[in-house]
């Protein structure tokens, strides 16, 4: 199995790496063009119909095969769009963004593109990244105007998993349950409250000019961004090395077509909406994913529906506790759970359904977390909000 990773760094550009951009944005809405008008989105049409038109620019063969791989992506995203009744605009690219997988190579702590014959584009590499990518296969390059980023990989063996973990990702936390009892949660009220905090400071940006406007907007967004992926970052790590620490494969629910739920006209309120779909599921689920990958760990994804609605025990409906509305009562077998744990557990128990491990519906143990003195991101919240009362 081959697992991939990516590195960025920052980096100034050549009028050559500037004049590459430029004509690669160019060959790619070429592309686009074509596909659009031609009505076709698979590689290997849009090859036979683009290579010839690609002539006029004088572009190495190995930018013309990327160009026309990336407009294929464009292409099929659009007609996703447009067959789920999008806006029908055709796609056009406006940034400035190259990623070739060919001929590139990295040597004496430079990325060397090629450009002219013997006459490669040099661009050095910071040693961070240097010492990221060695030992591993550099599988492409991805250039944008002042930012570089390789996509590395390595082959791994899949590890045959000794259990498995149930991940229910909330708005305010991650509630993880295992196939041997445990429960442990992580705290990411910090990430709501970082997002609501620039939601009411870019709200208070009253200037005239609609471009400073939408300036200074775009930089506050900028930096909610960095901060809430570094919370998350720190999240997905120590998700990913408990998983590690027991050879446990990770099984998570397939959220796409979340946002669908909250679009305008569906009746919700406009902070709640915006509340939800600021909610970063969706690169939590991608990070914990590729850093399981890359330790060889199994992760399965589970359909959503139901998953906190059911008694995790016995699989009836759950009934809300009036006093604490985030504990739950299954009202057939009196089994009393906080719901982000009863999520948890359904979300384990469906891919488990056919793991030959058996999950443990009584007699839960709970296990201590693993505490690293004075590092702080050991920083697992214990829950013991698991009961087994009988129905009288
Ligand atoms: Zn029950």
Redesign the pocket.
């Known amino acids: 199995m081959l697992a991939i990773k990516t590195v960025q760094q920052r980096y100034a550009p050549n009028q050559d790496t500037l004049r590459l951009l430029e004509q690669f944005r160019q060959m790619l809405n070429d592309c686009i063009q074509i596909g659009v008008s031609e009505n076709i989105s698979g590689l290997k049409a849009l090859s036979l119909k683009a290579y010839k038109q690609l002539a006029e620019h004088d572009a190495m063969s190995y930018y013309k095969l990327c160009a026309i791989s990336a407009a294929a992506g464009v292409l099929r995203n659009y007609r996703k769009t447009v067959r789920r009744g999008g806006k029908a605009g055709g796609p056009y690219a406006r940034r400035l963004r190259l990623t070739t997988c060919y001929g590139f190579k990295v040597q004496d702590g430079c990325l060397l593109l090629p450009h002219l014959p013997r006459e490669p584009i040099r661009i050095p590499l910071t040693p961070h990244i240097q010492a990221t990518i060695a030992g591993h296969m550099v599988r492409s390059v991805t250039l944008t105007r002042d930012k570089l980023s390789l996509a590395y990989a390595k082959h791994v063996s899949e590890v045959r998993p000794r259990g498995f973990m149930g991940l229910d990702c909330n708005l305010n936390n991650v509630t993880l349950a295992t196939t041997d009892g445990s429960v442990l949660k992580h705290n990411l009220s910090k990430v709501t409250r970082i997002k609501s905090a620039y939601r009411e400071v870019r709200s208070h940006i009253k200037r005239n000019d609609v471009r400073i406007r939408r300036q200074v907007a775009s930089k506050y967004g900028r930096k909610q961004r960095e901060k809430v992926k570094q919370i998350l970052h720190r999240a997905s790590k120590l998700i990913v090395n408990e998983a590690k620490r027991r050879h446990f494969g990770v099984v998570m629910e397939n959220l796409i077509g979340m946002r669908r739920l909250y679009r305008r006209g569906n009746g919700q309120g406009r902070l709640y909406r915006s509340r939800m779909n600021s909610w970063s599921y969706a690169e939590l689920q991608r990070q914990i994913e590729y850093k399981a990958r890359w330790e060889g760990l199994p992760v399965i994804y589970v359909r959503p529906h139901g998953t906190s609605a059911k008694?995790?025990?016995?699989?009836?409906r759950?009934a809300r506790i009036p006093e604490e509305n985030r504990t739950l009562k299954?009202?057939?077998?009196?089994?009393t759970v906080d719901r982000d744990v009863n999520a948890a557990r359904n979300i384990l128990a469906r891919g488990v359904r056919f793991a030959p491990i058996a999950l443990p519906t009584e007699a839960m143990v709970q296990e201590p977390p693993v505490r690293r003195a004075g590092n702080p991101e050991s920083r697992w919240e214990r829950v013991n909000p698991l009961s087994h009362e009988p129905t009288s």
Not at 330 to 335: L, Q, S, V
């Open positions: 008694c995790s025990t016995c699989g009836s759950m299954c009202p057939r077998c009196g089994f």
